[in-house]
Each structure stands twice: as C-alpha cells, then as structure tokens.
C-alpha cells in the first residue's frame, strides 16, 4: 500500500462508481466488497485506517453469546455463519480460541451448557469446537489463576480471536489489489449536490491541506460513531442515528490468568459480561457499556469503569490486580443505533442499521466488527441499486484476506538492504525494526501514532514503553518519509501526550 500511488488515482478519476467514507472495519469491508464486484471505488479515510472503533475493541470473533441470552437468535446465527467465513478467510489474522465460564451451583451449570450447546449448534456446519461440561478440577486445569472458593465447575466452549487493526489494514491491502483506491488522512468535507441528489464529495487530504472535489455515482457513510456528523452534512437533521456506548479494556501481564484459555464471566452482579482474555501475551480485561453525550476520538475512562473492572475481575482470579498493574487502558465507542424506550444501550440490538436519505446517502452503521463482511454486502447492494450501477453479487465470501507470503518477501527486502533491521525494538517484545520500516512502506503508516498503535500494537499493550520507544520509531520512519529531526521531536512529542491517556496514574 503506498499512498502516493493512492492521491494519485484519487486525481486521476472522473467519476467513481462508489465513495466510501470512513476507514473502519465497516468501510474497508464494503471498499473490498465494491472493488471485487468490478466497481470503481474509492474510500476516504479522514484519520488513520482503524483510528476510531476498529483497533479498540475486545479482538474477539463471535457470535456474541450475551445476544442468545437476550434471545436474538438471528443475530447470533448471522454473526456465527460470519464468524466461521472470516476464520476460513483470514487464517493468518485470526485464531481459535478456548473460553471457560467458571460455575459457581450445578444450576449455573446446567444453564450454560444448555446455552453453549445451542450457540455451538447454531453455528452449524462453521462450528469450530464441541461445547463441553468441565469438573472443578479440569476448570482449574484451564484456569490456574481462578479464585476456586464456591466453584462448581466450567463450561468450555470456542470463539474467534484477531488483531483488529491488522485485519483492517490486510483488507485495504487486498481492495486496493483489487483495484480500490483506498486513502488514509482524506477528510470529507461536504457533498455536491445536483437537483438535492448527491453527485460528489468535498475533502481534504489533512497532510498536504489540499483539497479536492470527486464525483460520483454514489456515496455510504461508514463512520461508526461519526455518523451523526455525515449525516448532518447531507440534510442539517437533528435527529441524532446513532447513540454511542463507551467501553474500556485494561491490559495486564498475563502472570495474573495463566495459560492460554480466556475466562468470560456471563453475568456480573449488574448484569454486564466480563472477560479475560489472553492477547500478544497479555490479557485484556474487559469491558463496560457506559452511554455517553460526546464523541472523541480519544474518548477517556470513567473512574467508576476502572473501578467496575478490577473489582469484578478481582472475585475471580486468585492474585490481586491493583492500579499498578495495568499496562494500559484502551477505550472504544459502539456506534448503536438508537432505539426508542430503550435507554440502557447494553440493551439497545447489535444488528446492523442501513438507511438511504433522500438524497441517496447510503448509511451504514451498528453491528459489530464480526459482521462487517455482511453488513458490508448490504451497504454495496444498496448503493449499486441507488447509483444505477450493473448489478453484481458479493464476491467476498469465501475469498482471502491478505498475503502473508508477500509480507515475509517484502519484510525480507528490508532486511537484505539493512540486516540490523532484524533487531527488536525491546527485548520484551517480538517488534522488529524492520516491522517499523514496513509499516511505512507498505501500511501507510504516516506518525508515530500509526506504527505504535495499529501496526505495532505497543500502544494498548504497554502504554510506557510505548512512549519510551517513541524517539527510536521516529528516527527509525523519519529517513523514508523524508523528515528531519524537527518532525522526529514533534512526533514524540504528540505520541507522549497521547500515549498519557493509555497509562492509569
Ligand atoms: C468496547 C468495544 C468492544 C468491542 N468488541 C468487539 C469484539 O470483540 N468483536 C466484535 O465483533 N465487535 C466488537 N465491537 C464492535 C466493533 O468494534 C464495531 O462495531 C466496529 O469496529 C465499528 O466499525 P466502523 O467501521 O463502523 O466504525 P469505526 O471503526 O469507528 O470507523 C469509522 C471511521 O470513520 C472515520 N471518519 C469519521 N468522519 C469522517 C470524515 N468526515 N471523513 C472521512 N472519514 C471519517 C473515522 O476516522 C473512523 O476511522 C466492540 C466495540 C466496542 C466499543
């Protein structure tokens, strides 16, 4: 992926069949889908890929076993079936993962397996794992970090598991190979209309300040939580889509839930799901469901959401988890889409909301990053229909995402021009040099904030050494992106304030 090649098919086009706004999961996805069915697409991205909810959440692929709680079987089957494809599509960026519910009566117990049985079985000929009943002994087994006062026993059974901003940027690899045009830091800045139709959007590259005015037959609006804004673009309407939830994760050593099973806690005495789970070595603890007024794109913690974590997540594990211990704290807004008289939005569906203005936006927003493959599919055929397009069916469902082998050959082609880029950034984490270089030449990495948060993921893992490295990773990009030493302190600079919200005081 190289962004000059980017701008420059940005200025070279006419008229594009479909831009999308928004580099999220969401966006990516319905790029990749719209450039395999044969359409000229181009996605504007006004951040980095996967700045705003896609890199922030719990990096699991599932079918959501809270929903069948809730009853919402169709949501669970359809984010089950995608669940099982993005497994098949994506080996290399996702894996399977073993999950213990721990019991506390043989009640409990019975609940859950009846419960997992019929998630396992919804999941049909995608299944990844039998769901199984454990004995205290096995759960132990599974879990040697768990408090085992009262515990009856466990429920085992399989979920995905992925990198959330290396899916993303593997996906804007593959639109672009097939032959999207696919930008980072492009903002959308308005929409021209013909006859109250929209026929192009306004933007501005943030880097260079330049801006350009595209046409098009038809444009969606990705931007998750940022959908309100778009939308208001279009029509100055009031009413607000889409009401964001706010969710955090703290990140510890894994020395405090060992081996290499995730715990998920069904049922919190509020009512909330909790987990643990094993990530790059780490576990990420979490996470709430807070609704909150004001979007950011840095959204902050909640003292009482640092609080809820470490008090509920502290009754199961045997070893204690104080403020000290947290490595980082990463915060995510869901982009759900409002419902009336629901005003808990744990409560408010996860399915997806697509919806057209009168003027041909297409809109596509709620459902979770799981589905995006789906939700994906619904947003093109939508826009094909509205922009007159020649109809073609989705392509995506069985096709592959990303290219490990071309990743080794081009990691190795700079390697072969500077072998000393083989050494680690930390001797405490597997990140080479060269990974820094790479990012830059093939992942549009732009600052120190794109390689440390989601192309190397020190941010959410380790927020203080993150920062410390920060100085290195500048010096390292600067000579490819054609900075000086003035950029290089700028960018720490930038990067320590940032990297400040992620370390608990
Ligand atoms: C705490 C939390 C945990 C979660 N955990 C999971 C999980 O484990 N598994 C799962 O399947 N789902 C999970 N989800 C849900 C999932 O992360 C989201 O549904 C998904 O990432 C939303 O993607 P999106 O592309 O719609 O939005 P986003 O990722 O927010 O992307 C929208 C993009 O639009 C861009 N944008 C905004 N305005 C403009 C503009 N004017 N011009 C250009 N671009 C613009 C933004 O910069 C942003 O990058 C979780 C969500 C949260 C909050």
């Not at 609006?221 to 939308?231: D, E, H, L, R």
């Not at 709430?288 to 003292?303: A, C, G, N, R, V």
């Not at 093939?442 to 380790?462: Q, S, T």
Request: a positive charge; proline letters at 3%; charged letters at 20%.
């Amino acid at each position: 992926m190289n962004r000059a090649a980017q701008l420059q098919s940005l200025e070279s086009e006419a008229c594009w069949d479909i831009i999308i706004i928004g580099g999220g999961a969401t966006g990516i996805g319905s790029a990749l889908d719209a450039a395999t069915r044969g359409y000229k697409t181009l996605l504007i991205e006004g951040h980095d890929f996967a700045k705003g909810t896609s890199s922030r959440s719990t990096k699991l692929v599932h079918g959501g076993v809270r929903y069948l709680e809730q009853g919402n079987i169709k949501l669970v089957k359809e984010a089950l079936r995608e669940r099982g494809h993005l497994l098949k599509n994506a080996p290399h960026l996702t894996s399977v993962q073993e999950f213990i519910i721990p019991v506390f009566s043989w009640w409990e117990k019975m609940f859950y397996w009846i419960g997992l049985k019929l998630y396992d079985i919804l999941s049909g000929s995608l299944s990844i794992g039998k769901t199984t009943s454990l004995s205290k002994k096995e759960t132990i087994a599974h879990l040697p970090s768990l408090n085992t006062n009262k515990l009856v026993g466990g429920i085992l059974y399989y979920d995905g598991q992925f990198d959330d901003s290396h899916l993303a940027l593997e996906m804007a690899a593959t639109g672009i190979k097939n032959g999207a045009t696919i930008l980072n830091y492009c903002k959308a800045t308005g929409f021209i209309k013909e006859n109250n139709k929209i026929i192009g959007v306004a933007c501005i590259d943030t880097l260079s300040g330049n801006t350009y005015t595209l046409k098009t037959k038809t444009v969606i609006n990705a931007t998750g939580v940022f959908t309100n804004s778009i939308v208001q673009m279009d029509n100055h309407l009031k009413h607000d889509l889409v009401s964001p939830s706010q969710g955090i994760h703290l990140v510890v050593d894994d020395k405090f839930f060992k081996g290499t099973s995730a715990m998920m806690i069904p049922k919190t005495e509020d009512g909330r799901v909790l987990f643990a789970v094993p990530w790059h070595d780490k576990i990420i603890l979490g996470t709430t469901d807070t609704p909150i007024h004001t979007i950011s794109y840095e959204p902050k913690p909640l003292e009482e959401e640092i609080e809820f974590i470490l008090k509920h997540i502290n009754q199961y594990g045997n070893k204690l988890i104080t403020r000290a211990d947290i490595n980082s704290v990463y915060v995510g807004l869901r982009p759900l889409v409002k419902q009336k008289g629901k005003e808990r939005t744990s409560l408010i569906s996860r399915e997806h909301h697509l919806s057209i203005s009168p003027s041909g936006l297409v809109t596509i927003t709620g459902g979770k990053w799981t589905t995006y493959r789906k939700m994906a599919a619904d947003a093109i055929d939508n826009a094909a229909f509205i922009g007159k397009l020649t109809k073609v069916k989705c392509k995506t469902t069985e096709m592959s995402i990303g290219d490990l082998e071309e990743r080794k050959n081009n990691l190795n082609t700079i390697l072969k021009a500077d072998p000393t880029l083989n050494n680690l950034l930390h001797p405490s984490y597997p990140f080479t040099k060269a990974e820094v270089i790479y990012a830059v030449k093939h992942e549009m990495a732009m600052c120190v904030e794109d390689v440390l948060a989601r192309r190397i993921r020190l941010l959410f893992l380790d927020a203080r050494l993150a920062t410390e490295l920060a100085p290195l990773v500048a010096s390292l990009m600067a000579p490819f992106l054609n900075k000086d030493k003035n950029w290089e302190f700028e960018e720490v600079k930038t990067f320590t304030a940032l990297a400040e919200q992620y370390i608990l005081k």
